[in-house]
């Protein structure tokens, strides 16, 4: 069907079914309703009608967006993103209708669709489904119907029942619909400029109620007084049928007694008698204010002086920072930025640099996890290990700086590692309460290691965990003030015994106490008195032997050196041979 043909049905048949509107009374100084929908643009549109805004940031294929207009011609114009579009609309008295962008010549071009007003029948509602794109399309709406094709520009109409809810389908793009008792829904299909399908949906929840509202007298267009004294803005607001009320506000740029800004703003349509506010301005504010100027990560001398030539007062308070260097401004208060009077007081906040770090206790930690404890309070540790020992097991036994120790971030700390993991390992410490704690290392996981506190009545036995450590903790307040001796016993990880006995400090002589003379009876881990004994005897089994040898070589030369052996005779006594 030809566009023009199409436009003279439509308004022909709008002629027929607005006869009921005219009866009721509305004249073409009445009211006209329009609806917009933004079926193009994927970004968001503003659409205004004429002067009047009917909406801003309109998104694409959104809920229509609705308003009472003055009966008159209006250019509909959307615009936002790539969409500059406007069409021509007759908003004739007791009119309805929704103007959609994409449809037309072009895919931007706007369209007016009539709303059919007609009165409808108790517990009865209606659906139009539009066709808003350039190109033939099927929709679905009931499933035993299947799909429909439609025409550009083309709709079709459903008359449902009260409450009966249906849904859409358009290329993927759904929308259900409750058709409720006296409403009117037009549902537009549509396409964005990016081709995407989508459904718009424009709803009038009562058609009595809008007939209604398009008989009352036409709304008035808010009158454009910014600028105008109060006086005068206020004569024409009240000529144009409307409230004027007063608000003040300063301005550093609009005289004072002069209108600002009015709301609704210039153009609104609005009821007669609505109420419009005037912003007055008051001039500027009293006293002048000045900004506080950004001196964070300066000099705290040149902070002062630029802070001080602004006419500021300036006082200073310090606080440690670890990102901020020393001597160097970490804020100001009041912020940079904020708005102060002249001579205003601000105190700035200068960084004495990293803040002291407690050195945290290192015994017992493994190379790794000593060093991921070192990072996390911001310092370095370096391992030493013993000279006597040159395969270290990774393991703390001692450290300086001591645990506790306040020191600089980012200082180092040095840490002695135990002996070998071939050997079990103990260490003692007691600190000056007289708690001692003795760990153990590679011993034979799951076994047992015994303590006991020679002459007192003191012992624990502690269970071995998988890692092959031990851990046993011992109140010594009690014992009397003199060195005692701790024997432990146990398994090594090789499955040797391990026995080792610790001299325990007197009170005021706490220490850590390293195991260093560790006897393993199974797997010759003698301490060095030990060996030193095995070494003697060695020693001296050599020499018994080289005495015996020596002394059957002097035997034998004294008998004839021959190496023959004296015979007995008869008598039992032994015969000489006779010399040569």
């Known amino acids: ?206 058609l009595s109620a809008l007939v209604e509202e398009l008989s009352a007298p036409a709304p008035v267009s808010v009158p454009d007084v910014v600028g105008e004294t109060a006086a005068d803005a206020q004569v024409a607001l009240e000529g144009a049928g409307l409230v004027a009320a007063a608000e003040e506000a300063s301005s550093e740029d609009v005289a004072s007694g002069t209108v600002i800004e009015t709301n609704p703003v210039a153009g609104t349509a609005v009821a007669v008698g609505s109420t419009v506010a005037m912003v007055v301005s008051t001039g500027p504010d009293q006293p002048d204010t000045i900004p506080v100027p950004d001196v964070v990560g300066t000099a705290a001398a040149e902070a002062q002086a630029t802070l001080e030539a602004e006419g500021f007062t300036v006082t200073t308070t310090e606080r440690s920072s670890d990102d901020v260097e020393a001597g160097s401004v970490i804020e100001t208060n009041p912020s940079a930025g904020t708005e102060v009077a002249p001579g205003t007081t601000v105190d700035m906040v200068v960084s004495t640099g990293a803040e002291d770090v407690a050195v945290p206790d290192f015994t017992g930690m493994a190379v790794d996890e000593a060093t991921s404890a070192a990072e996390a309070v911001g310092l370095t540790i370096r391992f030493v290990e013993d000279a006597d020992d040159p395969d270290p097991d990774g393991v703390v036994v001692d450290q ?91 398994t090594a990880a090789g499955g040797s015994d391990y026995e080792q006995m610790f001299t325990i400090p007197a009170a005021g002589e706490s220490t850590d106490v390293p195991s260093d003379e560790v006897e393993e009876a199974e797997d010759g881990g003698l301490p060095w008195w030990g060996w030193l004994l095995i070494g003697l005897g060695l020693v001296g089994i050599a020499v018994l032997i080289w005495w015996l040898v020596s002394g059957r070589k002097r035997t034998i030369e004294d008998e004839g050196g021959d190496g023959a052996s004296p015979t007995p005779d008869e008598g039992g006594e032994t015969a000489t041979p006779d010399k040569a």
Do not use: C, H
């Not at 153990?440 to 965990?465: H, M, Q």
């Open 400 to 490: 300086e700086p001591e645990p506790g120790e306040l020191i600089a971030a980012g200082s180092e700390v040095v840490a002695q590692l135990s002996p070998a993991v071939d050997d079990a390992w103990a260490i003692l410490t007691v600190d000056p309460d007289r708690l001692m704690t003795v760990t153990g290392i590679n011993f034979e996981p799951g076994s047992t290691t015994d303590l006991r506190v020679a002459g007192t009545n003191l012992s624990d036995a502690a269970l071995v965990d998988s890692d092959g450590v031990w851990v046993a903790i011992f109140d010594l307040s009690g014992v009397e003030n003199e060195a005692e001796t701790l024997v432990v016993t146990g």
């Open 1 to 206: 069907m030809q566009l023009g043909v199409r436009f003279a049905l439509v308004f022909a048949l709008i002629g027929a079914l607005f006869s009921p509107i005219g009866a009721a009374g509305a004249q073409e100084s009445g009211s006209s309703y329009i609806a917009v929908v933004n079926g193009a643009s994927t970004d968001p549109v503003d659409v205004t009608a004429g002067e009047i805004v009917i909406a801003t940031g309109l998104e694409y294929a959104a809920d229509a967006v609705t308003q009472i207009l003055p009966a008159g011609t209006y250019d509909v114009t959307f615009r936002g993103g790539s969409i500059d579009s406007s069409v021509s609309v007759e908003a004739s008295a007791g009119f309805a209708q929704t103007v959609v962008t994409g449809y037309g010549e072009g895919s931007n071009t706007a369209f007016a669709y009539p709303a059919d007003l007609n009165p409808l029948n108790p517990g009865r509602a209606k659906i139009v489904v539009w066709n808003a794109t350039e190109e033939s399309i099927e929709y679905t709406i009931f499933d035993d119907k299947g799909p429909t094709p439609l025409e550009p520009g083309t709709e079709e109409t459903f008359p449902l029942p009260a409450d009966f809810t249906v849904t859409i389908t358009f290329e993927g793009a759904s929308v259900e619909v409750t058709a409720t008792d006296n409403s009117y829904t037009d549902v537009f299909a549509v396409r964005n400029d990016a081709q995407e399908a989508a459904l718009a949906v424009a709803v009038i929840p009562s």
